[in-house]
């Protein structure tokens, strides 16, 4: 057994979550087909030893969708064949010219080539113009004027970074700088899509390659911790064929930096997650948001994952890493 495997079975196995269950949150209607416990797709689906789902492996999410619908599409929810052609012939030229900027200080400041990036080149079966498969308009439900707050404090952090003399605290910069998170729930990035998926009975723990962050389900009727954590408190049941995740009691980190504001720790944020096993190679990962202070209504996104070829190496953020001092430090050099 490998050494990350061996890892996560003695945390999942030790380690037993306090979970109950949330209220009020649900998949959100799509006009197509989802993946769902009873489809045909995943009747027979594999099961553990001693009988559970089996969605354990290690998975990558990455695609070339977007979580959000560009609004240039207006109300296209799929591309057609030969749209997608077109779509994973550029990004794959995206992923292979070396990302060189047009000139000696562009090219430093986009700080790294292709050979660090591990972005999507394919869609991944799904076509769909965005992830997010409810509301119809594939574009997460903010309230207006909370769009407005996000777009000032953007003014304001953009300014900040383009002066380095006003960066004088790691409070800064977003937390995904600081290498603490980018939160949950999981949605495809530019590099470390992966994830490990292990179980023993009645636990399931994941490892997502993106700073180490270790999740541990206990799958029953447990009572919920009631310390608020980065992540929330969960609960998880099965589903028929499907992992329910559901999460809420959220630290409120709401005041510092996140990389992306929807995603952002909170106490009135709820989380509901669902891991379906498809065939041998497919696993469906939907995610429901329920906010009613920054949303106007739920939404719903789906984000298929594919089998990932060998394993899933330490993840030391800042190891080496002398940005943040150089960056912290620069005040003083007047």
């Given at each position: 057994?490998?050494?990350?495997?061996?890892?996560?079975?003695?945390?999942?196995?030790?380690?037993?979550?306090?979970?109950?269950?949330?209220?009020?949150?649900?998949?959100?209607?799509?006009?197509?087909?989802?993946?769902?416990?009873?489809?045909?797709?995943?009747?027979?689906?594999?099961?553990?030893?001693?009988?559970?789902?089996?969605?354990?492996?290690?998975?990558?999410?990455?695609?070339?969708?977007?979580?959000?619908?560009?609004?240039?599409?207006?109300?296209?929810?799929?591309?057609?064949?030969?749209?997608?052609?077109?779509?994973?012939?550029?990004?794959?030229?995206?992923?292979?010219?070396?990302?060189?900027?047009?000139?000696?200080?562009?090219?430093?400041?986009?700080?790294?080539?292709?050979?660090?990036?591990?972005?999507?080149?394919?869609?991944?079966?799904?076509?769909?113009?965005?992830?997010?498969?409810?509301?119809?308009?594939?574009?997460?439900?903010?309230?207006?004027?909370?769009?407005?707050?996000?777009?000032?404090?953007?003014?304001?952090?953009?300014?900040?970074?383009?002066?380095?003399?006003?960066?004088?605290s790691w409070?800064?910069?977003?937390?995904?700088e600081r290498?603490?998170?980018?939160?949950?729930?999981?949605?495809?990035?530019?590099?470390?899509?992966?994830?490990?998926?292990?179980?023993?009975?009645?636990?399931v723990a994941?490892?997502?390659?993106?700073?180490?962050?270790?999740?541990?389900?206990?799958?029953?009727?447990?009572?919920?911790?009631?310390?608020?954590?980065?992540?929330?408190?969960?609960?998880?049941?099965?589903?028929?064929?499907?992992?329910?995740?559901?999460?809420?009691?959220?630290?409120?980190?709401?005041?510092?930096?996140?990389?992306?504001?929807?995603?952002?720790?909170?106490?009135?944020?709820?989380?509901?997650?669902?891991?379906?096993?498809?065939?041998?190679?497919?696993?469906?990962?939907?995610?429901?948001?329920?906010?009613?202070?920054?949303?106007?209504?739920?939404?719903?996104?789906?984000?298929?994952?594919?089998?990932?070829?060998?394993?899933?190496?330490?993840?030391?953020?800042?190891?080496?890493?002398?940005?943040?001092?150089?960056?912290?430090?620069?005040?003083?050099?007047?």
């Amino acid at each position: 057994m490998r050494r990350d495997v061996a890892f996560i079975v003695g945390v999942a196995v030790a380690v037993a979550v306090a979970l109950s269950p949330v209220s009020g949150q649900g998949p959100q209607p799509s006009k197509s087909p989802r993946v769902d416990a009873a489809s045909p797709r995943t009747a027979n689906a594999a099961k553990t030893p001693w009988g559970e789902p089996d969605i354990q492996g290690l998975w990558t999410n990455k695609t070339i969708t977007p979580l959000e619908r560009p609004r240039d599409l207006g109300t296209k929810e799929f591309y057609t064949a030969d749209e997608i052609l077109e779509r994973e012939r550029l990004a794959l030229i995206r992923a292979t010219d070396e990302a060189r900027g047009a000139d000696a200080k562009a090219d430093v400041a986009g700080a790294y080539n292709d050979f660090w990036w591990d972005r999507g080149t394919k869609d991944i079966n799904t076509n769909r113009t965005s992830l997010i498969v409810s509301p119809a308009n594939g574009r997460i439900p903010w309230r207006p004027e909370v769009m407005q707050q996000n777009a000032e404090r953007g003014k304001v952090r953009d300014a900040m970074l383009a002066s380095s003399e006003t960066i004088g605290s790691w409070l800064d910069v977003d937390t995904g700088e600081r290498c603490i998170t980018d939160g949950i729930p999981w949605t495809p990035g530019a590099y470390n899509n992966n994830y490990l998926i292990v179980q023993s009975p009645g636990n399931v723990a994941i490892t997502h390659e993106m700073y180490r962050e270790l999740r541990v389900f206990t799958v029953g009727d447990r009572p919920r911790a009631s310390i608020p954590q980065w992540f929330g408190n969960s609960s998880a049941h099965w589903q028929g064929n499907t992992l329910v995740v559901e999460t809420e009691n959220f630290a409120d980190k709401s005041a510092i930096w996140w990389p992306q504001a929807w995603r952002k720790a909170r106490p009135t944020f709820k989380v509901t997650e669902r891991f379906t096993r498809g065939d041998a190679g497919t696993l469906v990962y939907e995610f429901t948001v329920t906010d009613p202070t920054p949303f106007t209504d739920p939404w719903t996104a789906q984000v298929p994952m594919t089998k990932a070829e060998g394993r899933i190496f330490e993840y030391a953020c800042h190891e080496g890493n002398h940005a943040m001092t150089a960056m912290l430090g620069n005040n003083n050099r007047k």
